[in-house]
T-cell receptor, first 112, second 114 residues
Framework: AQSVTQLGSHVSVSEGALVLLRCNYSSSVPPYLFWYVQYPNQGLQLLLKYTTGATLVKGINGFEAEFKKSETSFHLTKPSAHMSDAAEYFCAVSAAGTALIFGKGTTLSVSS | DVKVTQSSRYLVKRTGEKVFLECVQDMDHENMFWYRQDPGLGLRLIYFSYDVKMKEKGDIPEGYSVSREKKERFSLILESASTNQTSMYLC?????????????FGNGTRLTVT
């Protein structure tokens, strides 16, 4: 069975600072991994995904994530935070032939 | 762009009422999903459907049922609403069963049961 753990339900950074949102997964088969973002009063939007191949994945809005099999991690980073990045972020892992399994989410706050 | 439309943004219902949440997608996607989202719990899968007239239970199906009579429409039904079903409900679709395909989400329906 697959599962996802997001470390830290709330992360606060200053504008211009590095953003690091942590995600660890458990999977009995090679995983497909996703990061989604949810802005207030909206549905979820895909940020990036890892399927196969290059382990460093670039997404929208300057975000990227690195798949590390040895650490079972898929942490999300952005070099310089913007106020507009304030949102809730979800890591998710796919199970073969079924729906995505989501973590509990991390709320990112950005202060000026 | 894929568009997933949920018919209501906000709903207020009374305990015991039968509630229908409707979701329509416009990209001929085979798979559709219903999640509920609660603070601190993330998204939990209620039901999903691989194709018309097919449905499978997710992690928390109790108290819910679904209907998929047409490919583009997936309805979530609360047979007798209870206060613990107050939540944000998110519908999503996916092109096919390949598990590397992303989900496309609607904007959600915030249901309050009083």
């Amino acid at each position: 069975a697959q599962s996802v753990t997001q470390l830290g339900s709330h992360v606060s950074v200053s504008e211009g600072a590095l953003v690091l949102l942590r995600c660890n997964y458990s999977s009995s088969v090679p995983p497909y991994l996703f990061w989604y973002v949810q802005y207030p009063n909206q549905g979820l939007q895909l940020l990036l995904k890892y399927t196969t191949g290059a382990t460093l994945v670039k997404g929208i809005n300057g975000f990227e994530a690195e798949f590390k099999k040895s650490e079972t991690s898929f942490h999300l980073t952005k070099p310089s935070a913007h106020m507009s990045d304030a949102a809730e972020y979800f890591c998710a892992v796919s199970a073969a032939g079924t729906a995505l399994i989501f973590g509990k989410g991390t709320t990112l706050s950005v202060s000026s | 762009d894929v568009k997933v439309t949920q018919s209501s943004r906000y709903l207020v219902k009374r305990t015991g009422e039968k509630v229908f949440l409707e979701c329509v997608q416009d990209m001929d996607h085979e798979n559709m999903f219903w999640y509920r989202q609660d603070p601190g719990l993330g998204l939990r899968l209620i039901y999903f459907s691989y194709d018309v007239k097919m449905k499978e239970k997710g992690d928390i199906p109790e108290g819910y049922s679904v209907s998929r009579e047409k490919k583009e429409r997936f309805s979530l039904i609360l047979e007798s609403a209870s206060t613990n079903q107050t939540s944000m409900y998110l519908c999503a679709s996916r092109a096919d069963r390949l598990y590397n395909s992303p989900l496309h989400f609607g904007n959600g329906t915030r249901l309050t049961v009083t």
